[in-house]
């Protein structure tokens, strides 16, 4: 496990765009924290990170997924609507889980179900009692 402290929104990008750069193919990211936590912005981050030039990356909250292509292709998934697994399937979630891109999972406990044994975790917290902007991210799984 790893754990990040970061004062900033460019400190919370800085993490995601180092984790990117060690990204490989087929790798799993589950992102979770609370609205507004800056789970995008970290997103955005680790886009940067695989050399994905697209200036607007969002979060897919009604789309469910977003594709970027880099030097790795990149789905960008937020599944905090999803109502059931089975509305997974309509997403062919497995043709990216188990693709050539690299996977960004938002809210992925709601479809832990559905995930790989081998995915990381990505854990965003605030706390108002060290900065209005502080961060702690914490990381688990093989590369923590």
């Not at 919370?12 to 800056?38: P, R």
């Not at 509305?87 to 690299?102: A, C, D, I, L, Q």
Request: glycine share 10%.
């Amino acid at each position: 496990m790893k754990i990040y402290e970061t004062f900033s929104e460019e400190e919370t990008k800085k993490i995601g765009f180092l984790l990117a750069e060690q990204s490989k193919a087929g790798e799993i990211y589950c992102l979770n924290g609370d609205l507004g936590v800056g789970k995008t912005i970290f997103t955005k981050g680790f886009a940067k990170g695989l050399g994905i030039k697209e200036e607007d990356v969002t979060s897919p909250t009604f789309t469910i997924v977003n594709e970027y292509e880099g030097k790795l292709p990149f789905y960008h998934f937020d599944v905090y609507r999803i109502g059931s697994l089975e509305e997974m399937e309509y997403t062919g979630y497995e043709e990216y889980f188990f693709g050539k891109g690299v996977c960004m999972i938002e809210w992925a406990e709601i479809i832990k179900e559905l995930l790989p044994k081998e995915v990381f975790y990505i854990t965003i917290q605030k706390d108002y009692t060290k900065s209005e902007c502080y961060r702690k991210i914490v990381i688990e799984g093989e590369k923590a």
